[in-house]
């Protein structure tokens, strides 16, 4: 170990790599109450969770994401990367796989207990997981080495809970079921996004403290361990999820901005008439951005000079609606 590498995980506070495999590979030691314990874990935080969505509870979201398992096999795809146990890999790709069938299934349910899916669009607990950034990776990639820290270390255990709370795994499922059984499906697809990005960041995270601490080259990791096979997966991953999340990031940034040029441009064509008003916030369809403007007759300045100082600041492409009011609305480009 480098006196870096010794510095963040000192020989005398490192887990040995017995005791790390038995905690992350639930097909070692005692088997049955591993996955039993998993799945009752994961059913109770699912509706918990599911529960804490549905009624905007932050505090009974938290107590869901403490007792939530699913962070264990997402490690063990690390663990078994970094050790050269394809088998594990493969074990714990299938237990995260049966956590996202039993929390979606459960979603599924409850989204019978949601009075209208436009009742969802004003949720905070669902708005906040249904448009992912690269800030959400970076801090997922954060939380996944504190995790891999707390896994290594013997004195940095009490944290885990920390990094539970942190990484969010259970809710995105449960609005991803709930979504999509109210039909709402780019929420739906957007929080799945944010799951897989958060299972992503763990496994990156994990693999890179695994390997540092040095676990590649215990007797008890496979003869074709080694850093290069690691980091090639590591760096792979981490491409499949930052495109589209750099994509999406990139994309909020041009909306925000649209929005407030729309404001902008359609305030000076109005700024004649005092009693014009502009209320609420442009909203967005796609590529279709729709302004509510009153006025106290319904009549607006002409149309036409509206077209021409838009098509200046915002791209064609862009779509601009002017709601007047009274069912009627004002097509600008």
Not at 55 to 84: F, Q
Not at 96 to 107: E, K, N, R
Not at 265 to 273: E, I, R, S
Not at 275 to 302: C, K, N, R, Y
Request: proline share 5%; aromatic share 6%; glycine share 10%.
């Amino acid at each position: 170990m480098s006196r870096l590498t010794q510095t963040l995980i000192p020989r005398s506070q490192r887990l040995s790599a017995e005791d790390l495999s038995d905690v992350l590979d639930l097909s070692v030691g005692d088997r049955l109450s591993k996955r039993t314990g998993f799945l009752i874990m994961l059913t109770l935080s699912g509706v918990i969770a599911i529960a804490g969505v549905l009624t905007d509870s932050t505090a009974t979201v938290i107590g869901a994401m403490i007792i939530a398992p699913l962070g264990t096999p997402i490690l063990g795809i690390a663990w078994g990367i970094v050790t050269g146990h394809i088998r594990l890999v493969v074990s714990s790709i299938l237990w995260v796989l049966s956590g996202v069938g039993i929390v979606v299934a459960l979603g599924l349910v409850f989204a019978a207990f949601v009075a209208t899916p436009e009742s969802l669009s004003t949720n905070s607990q669902v708005i906040g997981r249904t448009s992912p950034s690269l800030m959400d990776l970076m801090a997922a990639l954060a939380t996944g080495f504190a995790g891999g820290f707390a896994m290594c270390r013997k004195d940095l255990s009490a944290v885990l809970p920390g990094v539970a709370i942190a990484i969010s795994l259970v809710p995105p499922l449960g609005v991803v079921g709930v979504c999509a059984g109210q039909g709402q499906w780019p929420e739906a697809v957007g929080a799945l996004v944010l799951f897989l990005s958060n299972v992503f960041a763990l496994v990156i995270a994990g693999s890179i403290v695994f390997t540092m601490a040095g676990y590649a080259r215990d007797p008890g990791s496979s003869p074709t361990a080694n850093r290069r096979r690691a980091y090639a997966i590591v760096a792979t991953l981490g491409l499949i999820i930052a495109v589209p999340l750099a994509a999406n990031s990139i994309a909020s940034i041009a909306v925000a901005r649209w929005s407030v040029d729309i404001q902008n441009v359609t305030a000076d064509w109005v700024g004649a008439d005092p009693e014009a008003h502009i209320h609420g916030a442009v909203q967005w369809s796609g590529l279709t951005a729709t302004v509510f403007l009153t006025t106290p007759d319904g009549s607006t300045p002409p149309i036409g000079e509206l077209r021409e100082e838009m098509a200046k600041a915002i791209p064609s492409y862009v779509g601009v609606v002017v709601d007047v009011g009274q069912a009627t609305e004002l097509t600008v480009q």
